[in-house]
């Protein structure tokens, strides 16, 4: 089975602060994503990578950036922590699309407070 | 660009009954189109896909997904409900530009024993 694991499951942090959210897959995949959840918008693309050290804005990149060194492990940085930041961060990885398999897998989220 | 529409926000069901939870999409081009699910505190779980084929789709945990072109939908069914399909649920529609998914708002659904 796919393994995607996060490195929090909860986390509390205060205004200011410099966040980091790792997230780790199993499954050789090329893609990973991370999104946030909120009530009522659903998932959120913040950043999405498909490649070592290769990185795509998502759709609300703004306040975050992410970091990929190594294949199986994609991070996200929040670079000073803001309270409209508290949501659920997910992370997930999928195959590449030449291998024609397009699911995503996910892991168990990280809830981020901030307060 | 790529979209889902999930309409109703809650589905509340009696276990036993059958279930659907409803999803229209807008894409141009032919849509590849998925169904997840996320139980409390947890991720979202793969349910089913649909690329081509039948428009049947069987997936995981006994569910099962129409796809209708001409209606522009991909509902999410079950035969029989059970307390434990208790869940949010949200469609995805994947987007060509780049290999991402774009996700519904979700549907929370509620079997009542």
């Known amino acids: 089975d796919v393994k995607v694991t996060q490195s929090s499951r909860y986390l509390v942090k205060r205004t200011g602060e410099k966040v980091f959210l790792e997230c780790v897959q199993d499954?050789?995949?090329?893609?990973m994503f991370w999104y946030r959840q909120d009530p009522g918008l659903g998932l959120r693309l913040i950043y999405f990578?498909?490649?070592?050290?290769?990185?795509e804005k998502g759709d609300i990149p703004e306040g975050y950036s992410v970091s990929r060194e190594k294949k199986e492990r994609f991070s996200l940085i929040l670079e000073s922590a803001s309270t409209n930041q508290t949501s659920m961060y997910l992370c997930?990885?999928?195959?590449?699309?030449?291998?024609?398999?397009?699911?995503?897998?996910f892991g168990p989220g990280t809830r981020l407070t901030v307060t | 660009a790529q979209s889902v529409a999930q309409p109703e926000d809650q589905v509340n069901v009696a276990e036993g009954n059958p279930l659907t939870v409803k999803c229209t999409y807008s894409?141009?081009?032919?849509?590849?189109l998925f169904w997840y699910v996320q139980y409390p505190n947890r991720g979202l779980q793969f349910l089913l896909k649909?690329?081509?084929?039948?428009?049947l789709v069987k997936g995981s945990y006994g569910f099962e997904a129409e796809f209708n072109k001409s209606q522009t939908s991909f509902h999410l069914k079950k035969p029989s409900a059970l307390v434990s399909d208790s869940a949010l649920y949200f469609c995805?529609?994947?987007?060509?530009?780049?290999?991402?998914?774009?996700f519904g708002t979700g549907t929370r659904l509620l079997v009542s024993p």
């Open positions: 997930a990885s999928s195959r590449s699309a030449g291998q024609g398999s397009y699911e995503q897998y």
């Open positions: 499954m050789d995949h090329e893609n």
């Open positions: 990578s498909y490649d070592v050290k290769m990185k």
């Open positions: 894409v141009s081009g032919n849509p590849y």
């Open positions: 649909y690329i081509t084929g039948d428009n």
């Open positions: 995805a529609v994947r987007d060509y530009s780049f290999q991402k998914l774009v």
